[in-house]
């Protein structure tokens, strides 16, 4: 069959990227900087409800967090894992334990104060 040189409008011939909405630049990446942000914040709350302990475990990894993303936020003059380990009962090695595996855990996503690069371990690939 011959095609018609003049398609009549809506035919099956026709440019559909013509009739698309043009996006507004802006308001994507406003809905892309929400997107990441919802994702970083669901991991970090997946790292503090991790783990056995109840309400407990969940206040010292919640400090640990607070810790290393805005340590200006606990009421001391110099926050450390091992203040946040007196103030939670535990020994000053299991809070920094606690702390580094929250640095490994979320370095892929965020960066925060002592932390000198930004996932430097999937830095070449």
Known sequence: MIM???????????????????T???????????????????CVCEWITRGRGGVTNRALRAD???????SQFLPCKRPSASWVGRQ?????????????EFADYIAPYIQFNGQRFLNQANALQ
Do not use: M, W
């Open 64 to 70: 640990i967090v607070v810790l290393c993303i805005c």
């Open 88 to 100: 939670h009962g535990v020994s000053r090695q299991r809070a920094n334990e606690l702390r580094k």
């Open 4 to 22: 018609p040189r003049i398609a009549p409008p809506g035919s099956y011939i026709d440019d559909p990227a013509e009739k698309l909405d043009r």
């Open 24 to 42: 507004d630049h802006a308001e994507s990446a406003r809905n892309l900087a929400f997107a990441l942000a919802k994702g970083g914040l669901t």
